[in-house]
């Protein structure tokens, strides 16, 4: 469809963390590309960013989310505190529609609070579990047989306690904020419109819920500047570890041993976090501070990562196959569908070493079947913007709202 006649007030809001904060961007911009006004909640390290792409900035609270031993945390305490400051921000802008990533849950229930619809943001696979198949973030893959998927049946009793205790810790912060309970575990998710920013490639085959639409990756980036590979003719080798995991640079050490005598060139990232002690590099690698994914990916062979959605989805989108390595989140989970899609090989983080790492970097670039699937990835990429799919799914979602409710004045 295109932009509607009428402009829309949305309210943008996700957690801190790129691989939460950029999809939001993402879609901010295309709503304010479409004649929208945006507005975007999110940490202050962001503020240029989203000012740069001509939407109005809020400082998110930035509270500990999760507890520690020295600064022990009530289930979604961080939550409820924030909650009460960006009430006031929801009344104050009046949006039509509140987009809120799901780990961001402040301002899904201060839009309920105030009456105003709310659309849930995934910047992943959809986490919700499946019949037959693991629990999401266990990274383990699809059983190929029916005696597989029995055992996943059998296990998935007990697991599911885990779901509903999360059920009953938000439902315990719903009353604390005001709001009633919800019976349905997962129940940060909107069940009026779930976006699920990822390639379709890689969720598995389920029967979907009416609100919930795959739309494809929003991905969006810093200003940065492309980086050269070393000089020569072998395959590129993009080493790009994660922004907010592996501390010690494990990753990054181990590539640049790994691939140090191999028929490569390896191009490095450490994301401006400089390594705690000094690097070897070899002569056919190159380390820079930090460059742009979506200059750089197009020139690798290869791109060794942890296995971060942003990170996979860039490379994919680019059509370079990938390794994973997880370090944590959904790391594993994202690396079991990239090996599953057969885009690329998944390396167990504790199984990491130079020869394990050197063997998956060198079956992927010998099998061309890797690569042409990611470039299948591609080109559904090329023909299908996520930006795009989820900003005229929020229109209609804002449109059908408000047609629902002349109806119900009229």
Not at 27 to 48: C, F, I, S
Not at 367 to 378: I, P
């Amino acid at each position: 469809m295109t932009a509607p006649s009428s402009r829309l007030r949305v309210l943008i809001g996700a957690f801190g963390d790129p691989g939460h904060a950029f999809p939001a961007i993402a879609l901010g911009r295309e709503l304010t590309a479409r004649g929208h006004e945006v507005a975007v909640q999110t940490w202050r390290k962001w503020q240029d960013h989203v000012e740069r792409e001509g939407m109005a900035f809020h400082a998110a609270p930035e509270y500990q989310v999760f507890p520690t031993r020295d600064r022990p945390l009530k289930p979604y305490e961080a939550v409820v505190r924030a909650v009460a400051e960006t009430r006031p921000l929801v009344h104050d802008l009046a949006p039509e529609i509140v987009v809120s990533d799901i780990l961001t849950l402040a301002p899904a229930l201060a839009a309920e609070l105030e009456g105003v619809p709310g659309v849930t943001l995934v910047p992943h696979s959809y986490p919700p579990p499946i019949d037959g198949l693991a629990p999401y973030g266990l990274g383990a893959m699809p059983p190929r047989h029916s005696l597989g998927r029995a055992v996943w049946r059998l296990l998935s009793v007990p697991m599911s306690g885990g779901l509903e205790r999360g059920r009953d810790e938000l439902n315990e912060t719903r009353r604390r904020v005001g709001l009633p309970p919800l019976s349905y575990t997962h129940n940060g998710i909107s069940r009026e419109l779930c976006l699920v920013a990822t390639f379709p490639q890689l969720e598995y085959p389920r029967p979907w819920p009416p609100f919930v639409r795959v739309t494809g990756p929003l991905l969006w980036e810093p200003p940065a500047e492309a980086a050269e590979p070393p000089p020569g003719d072998g395959p590129v080798v993009l080493v790009a570890p994660s922004t907010s995991q592996d501390r010690e640079q494990r990753l990054l050490r181990t590539g640049l041993h790994a691939l140090a005598r191999s028929k490569v060139r390896v191009l490095a990232t450490h994301n401006r976090r400089p390594p705690p002690r000094p690097l070897s590099v070899p002569p056919n690698a190159a380390v820079v501070d930090w460059f742009s994914y979506s200059r750089t990916m197009p020139k690798a062979d290869v791109v060794v990562c942890h296995g971060g959605h942003g990170t996979i989805a860039r490379a994919l989108s680019s059509g370079t196959p990938v390794v994973t390595v997880p370090a944590a989140g959904d790391m594993a989970e994202n690396g079991a569908r990239v090996q599953w899609a057969g885009t690329g090989l998944n390396l167990p983080g504790r199984l990491l070493s130079a020869p394990s790492l050197r063997w998956c970097v060198e079956a992927v670039l010998e099998d061309d079947r890797f690569r042409r699937r990611a470039g299948e990835l591609a080109a559904w990429h090329a023909n299908n913007d996520g930006a795009r799919a989820a900003a005229e799914l929020v229109e209609d979602h804002a449109a059908a709202r408000a047609t629902r409710a002349r109806t119900a004045t009229g």
